[in-house]
């Protein structure tokens, strides 16, 4: 697999350059953006970050573990008071809540660290730090038979530089600090 990138200056063009490369059959596009643009995220049509469904996961975890918790306690050590019942949800919901947030939040991180694959130990190649600060970047993943046309596809909507990048192209340099 061969990755053309194009780099580009107006949010316009990576629309127009994204919409040709899917009407061409080219579905593993990625664009790199300095500021987010809404016109670019729409013709992206990307779907839900599956981040949230581990934070969902957490919380009902948390939920039941905190009334297991609580129930199970009361079960095994009664102190009974009065002629009230041992197991009484209403105090219990506090704990129940309290794990709810805890295993929800450790849920969403445990999440983003898996679907961001961090960390990662080398700079792609195919990076250009212009990407971060006023270019926009269009890298499409080209099988070996169709990698003469992405690059014509990028040029024609406006690119002002096009180039390919051989698979698994990655450099020694140290990751990106922010």
Known sequence: MMVVRGIFTEADAVVRAVQDLRRAGFRDVT????????????????????????????????????????????????????????????????????????????GTLVGFLVHSRLPR???????DPRLAEDRFGVFVQCPADRQSVAPVILQNAGAEEVSQIGPGAESSRPPLSF
């Open 121 to 127: 130990r080398a700079v792609p190649m195919a990076y």
């Open 31 to 106: 664009v790199f953006l300095p500021v987010p643009d809404p016109a670019i995220l729409a013709v992206l049509d990307e779907r839900p970050s599956p981040v949230r469904l581990w934070t969902l996961v957490g919380g009902l975890l948390g939920c039941l573990g905190g009334f297991a918790l609580t129930v199970g306690t009361s079960l095994d050590w009664p102190i009974p008071t009065g002629a009230k019942p041992i197991v009484s949800i209403p105090p219990f919901i506090v704990i129940a809540f309290e794990w709810t947030i805890l295993l929800g939040a450790l």
